[in-house]
């Protein structure tokens, strides 16, 4: 599933690509999440002075595209953002199409013309939504990625989204979550289907780092088995844990962390009415002070954001003492800095 | 109105917050604009090395988009801008709300978030213009500020500009005109109502200069009376004055500059309908090269910029020798850089 | 036609405006693609240290708006991006005009403002399409080119594209590519009418380089008259020579260059049915493989980007060895950089 050049590139200064955290060893993002804790007390302003960053955006953002461009800022360096549709015509990606439409260039030109213009190149493009299998085999990312011939980053893929992954490690770490404490991703609701990059990206992650993992969902939403086999050969290797389950009660008992995550009713994926129709009664998966009566005391609350108030979590919590939303985000910057900095750093 | 930590903060490179004039003293706002002179002459291109600005803007611009950027850049810093609805989506800003609409995310994680990614934020959010009240009080703006813990710029607000107002007043510098001259601040027209931020801050400049002030605008278009009594307090400490009026002949009489500006109609405040009525038979509210005829000799013509040609001011007027249109906005960059050197600089 | 301060002054390091290729004699562009190699070979990241570069884009961009901004990082300097109808208002551009439509913003208050927040201003703004001789004249352009008082880039206008030129040339030398060579220009398919500014440029710089230069297009899309005396005049003073013939076998004998572009139909300029009807039964106008039989065996293809792939140009072209379309696009980084640096290095 991943493009990524693979482990024997992952010597310290030596990484050429960071599209996957299962593509490292856990004692390699160890080393990673050290660099980001050594940058963040140590600023190096000018590590990367003159050094480019081009940032490649096929869907929105917030926090990828300030905190890539700040991360950047930070070490010296300087950005530029190209979003398609913004500024900038669409791109077709489907190999061998008549382009007589809407789009006017090919990614087979754009990636490579872009990656040329910078020393490292993060794109962003979301799942399609239509076909499971494709969007599991990262068809489009792959495509895109082979055209890359430069430090290329996940942004944020159809079921990857490493940067994210990398700093909510770094923000369990921070907040002394124990290594192999209880760790609840718990899908909530939304308006409509999201994609499956953040649950299975943070999936994975908690159970490389160790932890014992609960996925918590309802019927129809469970996780493909791909990526629930994934995240347990990588539990397997660190000393976690991965279970899946509909009883709320069960899953919530004992956790130290809900990870709560929306996402498209996989049963049903690409088809957007019968989604519709399983979200329509579970308007009661909405993170709400009461879900914390079991778990344990201090037990905190986790999301990627952004975040639907209310619909998927409710203000008290996300106004409360349990949130990180915040501090996962800034960790985006903090974690993201050390993956420039990896990349690029002589 | 002012969500600014107060006078308590300003002392010199101890400011935290440049939100409305009206937080210094007439002593602190001439020291910022000698500084603004002195970066003007001899630059510091090192000061904001490795320093960083976040731009969000939740309505369009032009001159603050460059100019802040410029004036970060000619700092040694660097800067990011966040424009929700392009390449990011919609936030929210109603408290409670439950997010199953169009906004993705809430000010409330999105503004937090960007702090933690720069040293300083600035926030751009126009008024609504639907209820008076609320806009005077700046409630969205002042529900944004209050969520930042960094140091903030109002990059315009319901009500307020000082960024304009600090360009507009090291112009009237710049360009010698006395401190206690005549001042008209004239409605003109324009195909639909806008904000009040530009005349509540123009007005409010002109009286904290010290300058004699009048209010020229047709009835229906008075400036409400906390804006009025805000300006009035600046003119009483500074030896200036505040008058309102609708006879352009007696305002222009003698004036020494005429600063134009569109408002909407204060009596049909959020009346698309009556709004247009009013302004209907306004056409001749379009400053023309004969407004000039009574006012002094060399009297000049000043504007925020956009303006609209031939509707709010004539080709003669702008491409004439009284307007001082690009040299105010020329300096929105050297007021802006005063104001992050001031904030950032240690 | 063109604005250009012209050859006056173009002198090491006195050059002021880079409008038209025209604007200079050939050493003279010989010796800046001798400063593009030396810049490429020998970057200086501090050239350009606290210098700024304003870009506005009046039309959507890629490559010109990712290889501007990582030039001037690459030499130190910064660049901010203006996008009229992207998180700007749009501009208005006629003279005498009574703005009471959906452009709050004149071209007479925008370019200067712009204009002074930086040390050297791109603009593009690409042809109306409508009146071929208010396009061959530069009207558009030329009235904002002289509203500017700082260095100055045509970024594209309706009919040039420097830049693009510039960054061709240095691909033919870097390719080795004989000075004396046959260089097809030919026309190739598009679902609809483009603009003549890439085809002028390419057609004056093959001949100003000293190419023999063919003109292969169908009946209809002639080149017209001036831009085909500009390349004539070119020609005479390299040695090279400029004709033109719809006879395509004739045209691709020999050729050491094919340059494969789309543009509109000269004969129905501004005619949308008319040019679609001229168009609908060109479809072998796409460049294939089987073009290439009687050219010189090693002829190389070239296009400025971005391409309909499968409508203008074959996958099978695109994609093999005869394809120079990434090198053209990674010369507009290098050839940018050099002109950055002539206009702005001390």
């Excluded at 990588?234 to 962390?257: H, K, W, Y």
């Amino acid at each position: 599933m991943s493009t990524c050049c693979g482990r024997r590139c992952w010597r310290s200064a030596d990484m050429k690509r960071f599209l996957d955290l299962a593509d490292f060893s856990r004692a390699e993002i160890v080393d990673l999440l050290a660099l980001a804790a050594r940058l963040e007390r140590q600023p190096e302003p000018q590590a990367l002075a003159g050094r480019m960053l081009g940032l490649l955006f096929m869907n929105p953002s917030l926090r990828t595209l300030a905190s890539f461009q700040a991360a950047m800022a930070r070490l010296g360096g300087n950005s530029f953002v190209i979003t398609p549709g913004q500024g900038t015509w669409l791109f077709e990606t489907r190999l061998g199409a008549t382009m007589n439409g809407a789009s006017a260039e090919h990614v087979r030109e754009g990636i490579p013309v872009l990656a040329s213009y910078c020393d490292v190149l993060g794109i962003r493009s979301f799942a399609e939504g239509k076909d499971l299998n494709a969007d599991l085999a990262e068809t489009n990312f792959s495509a895109m990625a082979s055209l890359v011939n430069k430090p290329l980053i996940n942004m944020e893929s159809a079921v990857n989204h490493p940067c994210q992954a990398l700093a909510d490690w770094k923000t369990l770490d921070d907040c002394a979550i124990p290594t192999h404490g209880k760790f609840v991703l718990s899908w909530v609701n939304h308006p409509r289907a999201l994609p499956l990059a953040v649950p299975a990206a943070t999936l994975h992650m908690a159970a490389m780092r160790g932890m014992q993992v609960t996925v918590l969902r309802p019927e129809g939403f469970a996780l493909p088995a791909a990526i629930m086999q994934k995240a347990r050969a990588a539990a397997a290797a660190s000393g976690g844990s991965v279970t899946e389950t509909d009883d709320r009660a069960a899953a919530l008992a004992g956790a130290q962390v809900v990870y709560a995550k929306e996402w498209g009713a996989t049963a049903a994926y690409g088809d957007v009415k019968a989604d519709a129709a399983l979200r329509a009664s579970l308007g009661d998966w909405c993170v709400q002070n009461s879900w914390f009566t079991t778990t344990a005391a201090d037990c905190r609350l986790m999301h990627c954001l952004p975040v639907r108030r209310n619909v998927a979590i409710a203000d008290e919590v996300l106004d409360g003492p349990r949130s990180l939303v915040l501090q996962e985000a800034y960790n985006r910057l903090t974690a993201q800095t050390a993956v420039l900095h990896r990349l690029l750093a002589r």
